[in-house]
Structure formats: C-alpha cells, structure tokens
C-alpha cells in the first residue's frame, strides 16, 4: 500500500513584495511543483498574520494569479498563501508575506 503525497518541489511568488490597499496589483504565482497524481490545480488566499480564516483570491488549473489586496495588519503585513492539489485530493499550502499599506486616498477620507 502506498499513500499518496502531496505536491512538492515548489514556490509560491509574490511581486511586488510592497504596495499600495487596493491600488497595486499584486502577481501570485505557484512556481515549480510536482506531482505523480496530475492535473494539479491551484488556488490563492489572504489572510492577516496570526489568523486561520483566509478569503479566496482564485482557483483554478492556472498557476498565476493576480489580485489587489485589502490593507494588512499590524506593521502593514498581509499573508498570500498559495495551495496546490493533485487530482486525488492531496494539498500542499505555503504562505508568503506581502507589505500592504493603507492608501492616502483612503486615509484622507476617514
């Protein structure tokens, strides 16, 4: 019996590494994976530091992806997290952080 293992060998990119809330575009992409059991799928999240609870960005057989983030927490930080799936189900997750600062607009109309 063997047991299926998730996808491996790969990255999880985000550029640029600093932006703007809901004004820059961020570039998400799942870089690099393999698998035995194709097609793999992929999917996008953010969340604030410290928190379990993600909001979806994308999913879908493509590994890209691009979004314009809300602001982040504490210290402007916003965690992307990148998942990969094989088609028996099994997922590999990996977080990376992005800088997301509150625009001027934003604050000049609070």
Known sequence: MTTNA???????AVAPAAGV???????LSL???????PPLTYAFYH?????????QIAASSE?????RLPRGGGGDVRVVVGEV????????RVDE?????ASDLVIGLL
């Open 6 to 12: 998730p996808p491996r060998s790969g990255r999880l």
């Open 21 to 27: 809330a809901f004004l820059t575009e961020f570039a």
């Open 31 to 37: 870089d690099g994976w393999v698998d035995d059991q």
């Open 47 to 55: 969340r604030l530091p410290g928190e379990t609870a993600a909001m």
């Open 63 to 67: 590994a890209a992806a691009a979004a």
């Open 85 to 92: 799936s094989d088609a028996l189900g099994a997922a590999a």
């Open 97 to 101: 952080n992005a800088t997301v600062a």
